[in-house]
């Protein structure tokens, strides 16, 4: 019965769906982030034999084919957009620097693909982090040759900025060197450890 093709074919589509996903993934590049929710199965018409309404002697044979789809976008891509799209809420603020752009922890939802099977759309979700502007080679000028305090001192004055930890290597040091190349600056995000 048509019934019967009908739960036939769906049996199929459902079968080692995980499988089939895990190999659908390893096909994508590092640079690209998978769209989970964008995973489809669709079932060519089934070819019957016996034909529908036919009597059976023995056993029944249903053939189609199945193709697994899933999406992805360029992580590049995502991290643009992302950063473009903050920007345009920062308003062109000069006094505020993009350090995340949110996109390695982007989350997608309600994938929609086109009839068409062109285009699709989506909603994504991602939590960017967004600071002062600083800029390294500024702070390496400003704490050359001088002790902790003194730069602890001057860098929690700037808005933004919580926190600061000097550290000297090797230990005895007391003092920054005057050469900038010698200096290194690390930026700590509130909520990155």
Request: charged share 35%; with cysteine; glycine share 8%.
């Amino acid at each position: 019965t048509t019934e019967d093709v009908e739960k036939a074919r769906d049996d199929l589509a459902q079968k080692d769906e995980g499988d089939v996903k895990d190999k659908l993934r390893e096909q994508f590049s590092s640079g690209v982030k998978i769209i989970p929710e964008s995973f489809q199965a669709t079932t060519s018409d089934p070819k019957v034999t016996p034909g529908i309404g036919e009597e059976v002697q023995g056993k029944a044979k249903l053939t189609t084919e199945v193709t697994y789809t899933m999406a992805g976008v360029a992580q590049a891509a995502l991290d643009d957009y992302l950063k473009s799209k903050i920007d345009e809420q920062l308003d062109n603020d000069s006094e505020r620097r993009i350090y995340e752009s949110g996109a390695e922890t982007a989350k997608f939802a309600d994938f929609k693909q086109s009839e068409d099977g062109k285009t699709a759309t989506l909603q994504l979700s991602a939590t960017g982090q967004v600071g002062p502007k600083i800029d390294d080679n500024e702070i390496k000028e400003q704490v050359a040759g001088k002790r902790c305090g003194e730069i602890e001192g001057d860098l929690k004055a700037i808005d933004g900025v919580s926190d600061v930890d000097v550290q000297f290597s090797p230990f005895w040091v007391q003092t920054v060197p005057t050469d900038a190349s010698k200096i290194t600056i690390e930026f700590k995000l509130l909520g990155n450890g």
